[in-house]
T-cell receptor, first 114, second 112 residues
Framework: EAQVTQNPRYLITVTGKKLTVTCSQNMNHEYMSWYRQDPGLGLRQIYYSMNVEVTDKGDVPEGYKVSRKEKRNFPLILESPSPNQTSLYFC?????????????FGPGTRLTVL | SQKIEQNSEALNIQEGKTATLTCNYTNYSPAYLQWYRQDPGRGPVFLLLIRENEKEKRKERLKVTFDTTLKQSLFHITASQPADSATYLCAFMDTGRRALTFGSGTRLQVQP
């Protein structure tokens, strides 16, 4: 089944404890991105990747890191999480970067930073 | 900066009626607009894409219009069903920023 998977789905952590949210897609997509979703603010892009080893900042990159060493994986790293990073996170992918390609979203990761 | 706005108030309609959701955008002229459905706690799911020269696009009970003069897209669900209850998001890809910009979504509630 074609899909985007994320792990973990739920995470409660404490301020400053490094964490990684994994994202994997099995559709051989080139373009991948991370979003956070907050009430009243909608979905905001954190980082995106056009292809392996090519990443760039989105609208809200502060406090996050990403890497794209393999085409299928695009982990999101929070080196020192803070409470303002409590949010619902989505990974997404599309065949290529294009305004007419649909985005496939993962199931989401609900992160709480205490 | 470019902005995309959707009515933040929930839309409540009776089963069988047509639901109409609005998406307005400013400071940008996208060539394509996308519509997604999102159920609570789940990732958005792509529904339709409309190009600027298409004016109208249909898929089963869904219809999307794109008015570049008004900078507006309308999303219609005809013969609505309780299963259509969800949040609907519009989005466009800003090719300069290489980012998909989303509206905050409109929650639709279809009453049986």
């Amino acid at each position: 089944e074609a899909q985007v998977t994320q792990n973990p789905r739920y995470l409660i952590t404490v301020t400053g404890k490094k964490l990684t949210v994994t994202c994997s897609q099995n559709m051989n997509h080139e373009y991948m991105s991370w979003y956070r979703q907050d009430p009243g603010l909608g979905l905001r892009q954190i980082y995106y990747s056009m292809n392996v080893e090519v990443t760039d900042k989105g609208d809200v990159p502060e406090g996050y890191k990403v890497s794209r060493k393999e085409k299928r994986n695009f982990p999101l790293i929070l080196e020192s999480p803070s409470p303002n990073q409590t949010s619902l996170y989505f990974c997404a992918s599309s065949f290529v970067y294009s305004p007419y390609n649909e985005q496939f979203f993962g199931p989401g990761t609900r992160l709480t930073v205490l | 900066s470019q902005k995309i706005e959707q009515n933040s108030e929930a839309l409540n309609i009776q089963e069988g009626k047509t639901a109409t959701l609005t998406c307005n955008y400013t400071n940008y002229s996208p060539a394509y607009l996308q519509w997604y459905r999102q159920d609570p706690g789940r990732g958005p799911v792509f529904l339709l894409l409309i190009r600027e020269n298409e004016k109208e696009k249909r898929k089963e009970r869904l219809k999307v219009t794109f008015d570049t003069t008004l900078k507006q897209s309308l999303f219609h669900i005809t013969a609505s069903q309780p299963a259509d209850s969800a949040t609907y998001l519009c989005a466009f890809m800003d090719t300069g920023r290489r980012a998909l910009t989303f509206g905050s979504g409109t929650r639709l509630q279809v009453q049986p």
